[in-house]
């Protein structure tokens, strides 16, 4: 059995991880590649949750056809 934080696609991990990056970046959470015990909850958690926003509009549009 594998853990949720497994991707499915290994291919798909870089590209997820630049995608980690460019969102911490947006939202000016000094995310580093490595440990991050220094970020509080909050500031992972929105990392996260803007994370699959994004993820989520881009389903929604292309669903839409645009």
């Given amino acids: 059995m594998s853990g949720r934080n497994n991707t499915n696609v ?3 991990r ?3 991880d630049r995608f ?5 970046n947006e939202l000016g ?7 991050n015990g220094n970020l509080t909850s909050a ?6 949750g ?3 926003k994004k993820m989520i509009e ?9």
């Fill in 10 to 12: 290994p291919e798909a």
């Fill in 14 to 16: 870089e590209a997820m």
């Fill in 20 to 24: 980690k990056m460019e969102v911490a």
């Fill in 29 to 35: 959470v000094p995310l580093t590649n490595g440990y």
């Fill in 43 to 48: 500031q992972n958690g929105s990392v996260g």
């Fill in 50 to 52: 803007y994370m699959v």
């Fill in 58 to 66: 881009a389903q929604e549009r292309q669903m839409a056809g645009k």
